[in-house]
């Protein structure tokens, strides 16, 4: 494929290297095995807007990449094709979910494809994704945004509740920045429910929570 030609001539491979070490891709960490080619996030954009029109079988085949931005790209391609064709994109996207898989892929595409297309739909297929693998857990927090920035916080609140006693600090982060964004719309809503979990609530989601709260109401919080 032609794009698989241009992706591979951007390749770098001290960025790859780097990238490799930021995404923890050595054995046991969140990331093993995952290889990268050290293409930035501007080309990748680039490239996937002069392909927006790939068919959904090409797609596919970025998906199955072994390289993450050939993933990536894939996925930046469906959010353009997500703008003509919501329903067969959603669809496509939950089909391959298992190729989604690192906090980055996961958190640039999921809310702008799986939770715009739920804003006004059953939102159950969250709390199927919320009891999956790690990514699945992430794709479900995350989709979230869409829900938050349309002023609808329910199912955001309830999947952050959901994964109070997570053990993984990538689902962590993702809850406690779904929090902060409510907190944002809202800070009563936020204040309301850390009252009612800050002390049992994880550390690192606790503080992506209170990142923009003012000085006191962090203290108070933070005193657990």
Known sequence: MKILN???NLADEEKAGNLQKFFKTRKGEYGEGDVFL????????????KYFDLDFDKIKKLLESKFHEERMCGLLILIEKYKKNKQEVFNFYITNRQRINNWDLVDVTCHKIIGDFL?????????????GSL???????????AFIRNDDFNDALKICELVLNDKEDLIHKAAGWMLREIGKMNIQVLDDFLSKYYKRMPRTMLRYAIEKMDEEKRRKF???
């Open 6 to 8: 241009e992706l591979r």
């Open 38 to 49: 050290g293409i930035s996030m501007p080309e990748q954009r680039k490239i996937a807007k």
């Open 119 to 131: 804003i006004d739909k059953d939102k159950n297929i969250l709390y199927e994704l919320i009891k």
């Open 135 to 145: 990514w699945e857990k992430r794709i479900a927090i995350v989709s979230c945004f």
């Open 222 to 224: 933070l005193k657990n």
